[in-house]
Each structure stands twice: as C-alpha cells, then as structure tokens.
Nanobody, 112 residues
C-alpha cells in the first residue's frame, strides 16, 4: 500500500510561481512512475507531467517550458515547479503513482 500526500497549493497571481510536493510512504520501493494530474471545474482530469525512476520526464503541451517535474528518491518525494502561471492553470492538482494510488489533491488558483 502506498500513501501520497500533496502540499504547496494556493492562490497566486498570473505570471507567478508555485511548487507542489508529493510525499510518498508505504510500499514505496514498488513505485516506478510518479505523475501529476489536474482537474479544473467541469472538466476531465488531465495528465500534466510524469517522471520515471530513471528521471525521464514527459509533459503536456500546455505546460511545456513552464512546469518542471522532479523527484528526490532519498526523500520519497516528487515535485512540480510551476512558473509563468496562467488563469487556465487553475485546478485541483493530484499526485499519482504507478502503483495505482492517488493523493487527496491540492488546489491551485491563478487569479489577480
């Protein structure tokens, strides 16, 4: 069993930055891929970024060049650095592991 806990969300002005964290606990040695998803009101949950145990990353086209996913295996934590935030980035952001577990989500609101 894996538990994922996100933190770091909040309210930020357009053009600002936030860093989300996802702390994993439990049977963490089984985790290969970590990912961030987001879900805006009235929309389906969408994939934002992934990172595997070797550090290879993939991004949605909408966040390329603005968001950076990373992981610290020693701390069992994944991160999402979000820069140049736009109002359309407003959503609940979820951490996901390849074991099939989800975090509880953290709200990100981009507004002036």
């Amino acid at each position: 069993q894996v538990q994922l806990v996100e933190s770091g969300g909040g309210l930020v002005q357009p053009g600002g930055s936030l860093r989300l964290s996802c702390a994993a606990s439990g049977t963490i040695f089984t985790i290969n891929v970590m990912a961030w998803y987001r879900q805006a009101p009235g929309k389906q949950r969408e994939l934002v970024a992934t990172i595997n145990s070797g550090g290879s990353t993939n991004y949605a086209d909408s966040v390329k060049g603005r968001f950076t996913i990373s992981r610290d295996n020693a701390k069992n934590t994944a991160y999402l650095q979000m820069n140049s935030l736009k109002p359309e980035d407003t959503a609940v952001y979820y951490c996901y592991s390849s074991t099939g577990h989800w975090g509880q989500g953290t709200q990100v609101t981009v507004s002036s």
